[in-house]
């Protein structure tokens, strides 16, 4: 579990206001959430830092305020280990693998000569190509492999010693064997399989518990997966194969490479094979340099304005899954996956697509025992948004609320949307709570206590001995709009819950106030209807009712759908700290005083 993440002096964070107090489990996917210009990016340069081996690897213009004499540092508490990167040191590139995926999209510059002679330049936007595999080793085949030289060889004549070039053939059978065989070959446990071959005795149970070891019998267990063969058949096929491997050690590990390869391209391909979506597919793409010619595998893209937007966004977000997780899988090492600047800017579709690549990389990584931390930033609220599918993920909101809540303004809220509308007695409550404590209601309403309590008690809900300021709607209301005023006044000691619910009763209040001037006939009407958008369309019939009250029914008809074990003020303080929608807020608070005198 990655309990902590500290930034010090990258980009926007310098030496305060820095750590993270996280929790992240392995192997969930974990949402950042904070509000544009918090430092998401930042947080993503960060971890762009630690690629190189040493120290921290970053440029003049990262440094928080550009200042060369700060000391830019990463530090992340990983199950209470602390780990630290900075200028003299690595010591996260040792403990985990780090990738970041973002918006790669770079302008480039192209020059012509015109037909005048004259150089003209101009943009392009360029996607860099992705390298899925660095290097693609040398093509080997099995034809070394020779049964009739292999008999020659071996001076044991009397055993049936059969033909295995199909099975290393197998590159699935090949990996799964190389890692046991490399085992095997540093022990000194092959001197009674020489013995054996320069012997003239068949293969019996007596040999095999002779030459068995841990090793021999994990070679023994890969080859009877694929081989539907006798115990001891199978111990004369591991004999042959460790000898053949023993005395074709170098050969034996480019094979296994080259297999690797082939069995890590197909399993990118099958990402790829939605024929009618995918026009860009990874290829094999010569590259020359001063040292050598080779070939990599990876995405050489167009210009960007010659392939659809969706398709680039999804394509490079799949290439460089597979690029992270191909070099994972050959260091073997737990991953740290940042994703920035990806979830936000994607259609509906496609940001279920992403999720399902996620996803598979994810079981792909769980299935390999190895913890990946998936990291994705963004300034969306993930509970609002249907098309985040995960089965199940974490939310973490950086710009944290830090101010005390109130349990019991959250807890009515929470009762109210558990009670039993099938039962008549908790339907009625449903209906006090909702037309006399949520919306304005020119009534008021008292609620009995010891009742109240047990319903809390049955739906788990938070409360404590202050409950009783809140048990008359207008006590309720009065705390509710002293909230809203604290807000508004740019005070700290406001509650977002109770700033949304008394947002909601002074618009309603504000359009009953205009609907009694202009027809008092109407107002009952208007206060029997349910839900706050409901109730401005009925008025809107009758007077002029404000756009900007339908605008913030995001922020007052949010807090009805807050949930016991989450963070809901922080969720709601994400959009109440923002400045434009504070003054909105004002705006119409100043209204609501002015009907009042």
């Known amino acids: 579990m990655i309990k902590s993440i500290q930034i010090k002096n990258i980009r926007g964070f310098g030496e305060i206001n820095n750590k993270f107090e996280l929790n992240l489990i392995p192997n969930k996917p974990c949402f950042l959430v904070a509000p544009n210009g918090f430092g998401k990016s930042s947080i993503a340069k960060a971890f762009n830092c630690l690629g190189n081996r040493n120290r921290i690897d970053i440029k003049i213009e990262d440094i928080h305020k550009k200042n060369e004499d700060l000391i830019p540092e990463v530090t992340i508490n990983i199950s ?22 973002n918006n790669s999209i770079l302008p480039k510059v192209k020059k012509r000569k015109t037909a005048s002679g004259f150089n003209v330049q101009s943009a392009e936007i360029k996607i860099p190509d992705i390298n899925i595999i660095d290097k693609i080793p ?3 085949t099995t034809d070394f492999y020779k049964i009739t030289a292999i008999k020659r060889t071996i001076n044991n004549k009397n055993n049936d010693w059969i033909s295995i070039k199909d099975l290393i053939g197998n590159s699935k059978f090949l990996i799964e064997v190389y890692n046991c065989l490399e085992k095997f070959q540093k022990k000194t446990s092959n001197k009674n ?3 054996f071959l320069n012997s003239q005795e068949k293969i019996n149970d007596t040999i095999y518990e002779k030459i068995k070891n841990e090793e021999f019998e994990n070679i023994v267990s890969v080859i009877l997966n694929f081989l539907k063969i006798t115990k001891l058949e199978a111990s004369l096929t591991a004999i042959q194969l460790i000898w053949i491997y023993l005395n074709n050690i170098e050969l034996f590990k480019n094979l296994f490479l080259y297999n690797v390869y082939i069995e890590n391209k197909k399993f990118a391909e099958s990402f790829f094979n939605i024929d009618s979506w995918f026009t860009l597919r990874p290829k094999e793409i010569i590259v ?4 050598a010619t080779y070939k990599k595998y990876g995405i050489e893209f167009p210009n960007a304005t010659d392939i659809s937007n969706g398709e680039r966004d999804v394509t490079v977000f799949l290439a460089s899954l597979l690029s992270s997780y191909f070099n994972l899988n050959s260091q073997k090492k737990d991953i740290i996956l940042v994703i920035d600047e990806v979830f936000d800017y994607l259609d509906d579709s496609n940001l279920i697509v992403v999720q399902y690549f996620l996803n598979k990389f994810i079981e792909k990584c769980t299935s390999l025992g190895i913890k990946i931390y998936p990291i994705i930033l963004t300034h969306l609220d993930t509970y609002y948004f249907s098309n985040y599918a995960f089965k199940d993920f974490n939310v973490f909101y950086l ?6 809540k109130d349990i019991n303004v959250e807890s009515l809220i929470i009762l109210r949307n558990s009670l ?10 449903y209906q006090k709570l909702s037309k006399h404590f949520l919306h304005f209601h020119t009534d ?8 109240f309590v047990e319903y809390l008690k049955k739906y788990k809900c938070l409360h404590n001995s202050k409950i009783e300021n809140i048990l008359k709607s207008e006590n309720f209301k009065a705390s509710c709009l002293e909230s809203l005023k604290n807000y508004v006044e740019n005070k700290r000691n406001y509650e977002p819950v109770s700033v949304c ?7 309603e209040e504000i359009v009953y106030s205009k609907l009694f001037e202009s027809n008092p006939s109407l107002c009952t009407d208007f206060l029997n209807v349910n839900e706050t958008i409901k109730k401005l369309n009925y008025a809107n019939n009758y007077i002029n009712v404000s756009g900007d009250y339908y605008l913030l029914s995001t922020i007052y008809n949010e807090v009805l759908h807050i949930k016991k074990d989450q963070d809901n003020n922080s969720r709601l303080f994400l959009k109440l700290d923002n400045i434009f929608i504070k003054e909105i807020i004002k705006k119409i608070f100043f209204e609501y005083r002015s009907i009042l005198q």
């Open 138 to 140: 040398e093509k080997l």
């Open 501 to 507: 619910i008394g947002l909601r009763i002074i618009v």
């Open 193 to 195: 399989i020489l013995e």
């Open 80 to 101: 209470d280990e602390v780990f630290t990167t900075n200028n003299e040191k690595n010591e996260i590139l040792k403990q985990v693998q780090v990738t970041v995926i």
């Open 288 to 291: 020359k340099d001063k040292k």
């Open 444 to 451: 008021k309403f008292d609620i009995e206590k010891e009742s």
């Open 420 to 429: 039993n509308k099938k039962d008549s007695t908790e339907k009625d409550l």
């Open 399 to 404: 710009n944290k609320w830090r101010a005390e």
